[in-house]
């Protein structure tokens, strides 16, 4: 139980720690970075080189923006091998659908409940 937790806080640390570099070291935007994982996520569930990833380091893999990109490939490859064509419209969005339904009522409890401010500097 504790290597699987190494394991996952490895990974997924990993994950992280590339994307702060990247906010770090170079001039690309931190929601440009989140658009880079998430396809990063779908090219590699597309050449079936996410699974691996997945089967070491379970969370770790499918919880940070990458595994996000993975679940959206994923479910157009499976809704095109059920609908076809039409799938590549819908598989993504069926197979997240959850997800993001999780994230808009939050944020949305998070807005009523805080009061956003600007930032002064």
């Given at each position: 139980m504790l290597l699987m937790?190494?394991?996952v806080f490895l990974v997924g640390g990993l994950i992280c720690t590339i994307g702060q570099l990247l906010?770090?070291?170079?001039?690309?935007?931190s929601s440009r970075i989140l658009?880079?994982?998430v396809v990063i996520?779908?090219?590699l569930e597309g050449l079936?080189?996410?699974?691996?990833?997945?089967?070491?380091?379970?969370?770790?893999?499918?919880?940070?923006i990458v595994g996000f990109g993975r679940s959206l490939a994923k479910g157009v490859i499976e809704?095109?091998?059920?609908q076809g064509v039409l799938g590549i419209l819908t598989g993504g969005l069926t197979a997240t659908a959850?997800?993001?339904a999780a994230a808009?009522?939050?944020?949305?409890?998070?807005?009523?409940?805080?009061s956003s401010r600007t930032k002064k500097y």
């Amino acid at each position: 139980m504790l290597l699987m937790y190494l394991k996952v806080f490895l990974v997924g640390g990993l994950i992280c720690t590339i994307g702060q570099l990247l906010i770090i070291k170079t001039n690309i935007t931190s929601s440009r970075i989140l658009v880079l994982f998430v396809v990063i996520g779908a090219i590699l569930e597309g050449l079936n080189l996410y699974q691996p990833i997945v089967d070491f380091a379970g969370a770790g893999a499918t919880v940070p923006i990458v595994g996000f990109g993975r679940s959206l490939a994923k479910g157009v490859i499976e809704a095109i091998r059920d609908q076809g064509v039409l799938g590549i419209l819908t598989g993504g969005l069926t197979a997240t659908a959850g997800g993001i339904a999780a994230a808009v009522i939050s944020a949305y409890i998070m807005a009523l409940i805080f009061s956003s401010r600007t930032k002064k500097y």
